[in-house]
């Protein structure tokens, strides 16, 4: 992987914080290392964290995209036997130096916890790839000896609590990083360029590894031809209630997923990091045969079922596919808008590459049915629904 630290334009910066904002731009540059908002950074200055604010991306944040958070408060936070992700948003906001900032990254706890000045945090797709196939764990341990390795749990309070537990009196100069099993990792350093260039070195050793276990020959397997996209917008219109954009994907790789054996099963096998699963569910709907309303029903006749049997009061998602397979032909991605459309795309595009790899590693593997629900379902984005 490539380091894009620029001597010239590092020398621009004049602060800690530009540093920060400086690094997080070149780590956003990625789309190996994070997707649309994925991943968060924050660097400590005196007794304040500043953490990536929700709703901002790595790839274009300044210094107003992070948010000031008293780092003593959130500290007695994570010591908390139990707190919702509510409540802990609003414990945040109420720990923040400036209000008019926003909403600090639901993993403000875990950076405060780590005694470094800066902290980064990414989805780097080689490291979830090798985390998501059947061996994961042993390739992880032996790929990152000196990495704090945590097994998934929900990202948000349960994990920092976590972190904070497994890491009572650690000493942190003894370890290089942390690796979040099916998730992500993190680096960390008193030095920005420092604790970046980890973040790459890092993520290089398992680009290696794959490169070496795992290399992709990616052949078009059939003729380019077209799909009815005036009878896919009109009918998935009809099922999502609203006019939906598409991206049709008809990339070798696209097109090399599309024709894999059994595809139902093969592309229903979780997403390669949970926040992924807000864009695209947890499956998409394979479509094997011409019958297309027949296939969108029973689609969400599934949805209904994975819905109950995990809910617990929580309102029910839009139960129609957020993306399609068509066996032979396609891989195509719905949205409220083009843009829409577009980064479910970008998702699925680096998933799908992730699960051929990790299928030559033994298999791809990700989070559970009912850890995938957990999320696609977490209090933080149903009170978004019920605003
Ligand atoms: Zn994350």
Known sequence: ????????????CVDQLDFRVYTSNLLGANDELVLHGGGNTSVKIEDILYVKGSGWDLSNIQREG??????????????????????MVNLQRAAMTDKEAPNPSVEAI???????????????????????????????EKL????????YVMPGFVLAHKIYVMTKGLDWDSIEG?????????????????????MIEAVTK?????????????????????????????????????EVHININQSPLASYYASQPNLKEFASRGVLTPEHIIRTKRAPLVMEDTNLEAGI????????????????????????????????????????????????NDIVEHTMKAVLRADK????????EKDSFAMEYWELEQAKLKK
């Open 297 to 344: 029903e029973n689609f969400i006749k599934e949805y209904e079922e994975y819905y109950m049997r995990y809910e617990n009061g929580e309102i029910m998602l839009n139960p129609a596919p957020n993306y399609m397979i068509i066996k032979n032909l396609a891989v195509i991605s719905f949205g409220a808008t083009k843009k829409e459309s577009d980064i479910v």
């Open 1 to 12: 992987m490539k380091n894009l630290w620029d001597e010239k334009a590092a020398a621009k």
């Open 178 to 198: 942390i690796i979040l099993h099916n998730h992500g990792i993190i680096t960390f350093d008193d030095d920005a360029k420092k604790s970046y260039d980890k």
């Open 144 to 151: 990152y000896p000196n990495f704090l390795i945590v097994d």
């Open 361 to 368: 590693l033994g298999g791809y593997v990700s989070i559970s």
């Open 110 to 140: 875990l950076h405060a916890l780590i005694p470094c000045k800066f902290v980064d945090h990414t989805h780097a797709d080689a490291v979830v790839t090798i985390s998501n196939s059947k061996n994961g764990k042993e390739y992880i």
């Open 66 to 87: 992070f948010s000031p958070v008293k780092l003593d408060t959130l500290l007695e936070m994570a010591q908390l036997e139990k707190l919702s992700d509510s409540d």
């Open 206 to 242: 398992a680009e290696e590894f794959l490169d070496e276990n795992a290399a992709l020959e990616i052949q078009r397997s059939y003729e380019h031809s077209g799909c009815d996209i005036a009878k896919i917008t009109k009918t998935f219109s009809k099922y999502k209630g609203y």
